[in-house]
């Protein structure tokens, strides 16, 4: 999944094909039933100022008789939505589909606005899906622009689209973590050293094979968890760091498990405008152009008890 700004947008090329599918009434309904226009299906439940969030959900097709751009000689099928946006209030878009690569592209009501685009950079393996987080810069009738990433692709697909007030996500992610997590985003421009503790010792063997990856460790009390500081690690003669810590330890592996996720759902907010990685019950990572975050679970053999002992652990690099 990948999220970048184009100049020109390949869906606004030139339209060469329309159909505006609509809902029908069923024959025999006694009652008049006013269809309702397909652009406005994703606009259905705008948020209301007593609400903080509101959701639409929507299954479709891509199909050869919708709008079409040209892209390398072939046409690439797109249908069109309207979507009401507050200044402030942010928006996710989940697109899924099982018959194509997905993207999505949003125009803003300012048409002189670049259009912005978002997609699934995976190769297709028979499930496509992909995360759009906007957060609204003006109030307006924003255009979402659901597409295939490979031209001449159809199928169905779904769109799942919530709103959330300024600063309702935020409000569930716990205030510590926030801080915590904010704090060392701040440090890794510095790589870390201004929370740098005294340098780690280590046995003879690990110590050369620190040396032949030219890697030093640092103590530090800086922490993501309250009560569970970490280490820093410099490698390249301090060209790179990151920071590790070992968040949760136990014997019990589901307690681990159950710990993983509670906190894969606050990263999901804390790192919501972030390129989410394809993650397992047992990883999850998210990056930007600069920053890798990291949450795995890991086992280990505590010798004394002769017990296999689950590691929660935490990376930002």
Not at 150 to 159: F, K, L, T
């Amino acid at each position: 999944m990948k999220k970048v700004l184009f100049i020109g947008s390949i869906l606004l090329l030139s339209v060469t094909t329309f159909a505006q599918k609509k809902k029908t009434p069923k024959k025999g309904n006694t009652k008049t039933t006013v269809a309702l226009d397909s652009t406005n299906l994703l606009n259905v439940n705008p948020l209301k100022p007593s609400q903080s969030q509101s959701e639409d959900y929507i299954t479709a097709s891509l199909i050869s008789k919708d709008l079409s751009s040209n892209k390398n000689g072939q046409k690439q099928y797109y249908d069109s939505y309207k979507i009401t946006l507050h200044a402030g209030e942010e928006m996710i878009i989940e697109h899924q589909s099982s018959d194509f690569r997905v993207m999505l592209g949003l125009k803003s009501p300012n048409k002189s606005v670049n259009t912005e685009f978002s997609y699934d950079a995976n190769p297709f393996s028979g499930n496509s899906f992909n995360k759009f987080h906007f957060t609204a810069p003006t109030t307006g009738t924003y255009t979402l622009l659901a597409t295939s990433m490979d031209a001449g692709q159809v199928g169905r697909y779904s769109i799942r689209k919530t709103i959330y007030a300024p600063n309702a996500l935020e409000s569930k992610v716990d205030a510590t973590l926030s801080k915590n997590f904010k704090a060392l985003l701040t440090s890794k421009k510095v790589k870390f050293k201004d929370i740098l503790g005294e340098k780690i010792k280590v046995a003879r063997k690990e110590k050369a094979m620190d040396k032949a990856t030219g890697q030093d460790k640092y103590n530090t009390k800086a922490e993501l968890i309250s009560g569970k500081s970490g280490i820093v690690v410099l490698e390249n003669e301090g060209m790179n760091a990151s920071y590790k810590s070992i968040l949760w330890e136990s014997e019990n592996e589901e307690e681990i498990k159950s710990q993983f996720q509670q906190l894969v759902k606050q990263f999901q907010i804390l790192t919501r405008s972030w390129l989410e990685q394809p993650s397992t019950d047992l990883s999850y990572s998210a990056s930007t152009d600069q920053d890798i975050v990291s949450l795995s679970i890991s086992t280990t053999e505590d010798k004394k008890k002769k017990k296999k002992l689950y590691q929660l652990n935490f990376s930002l690099n």
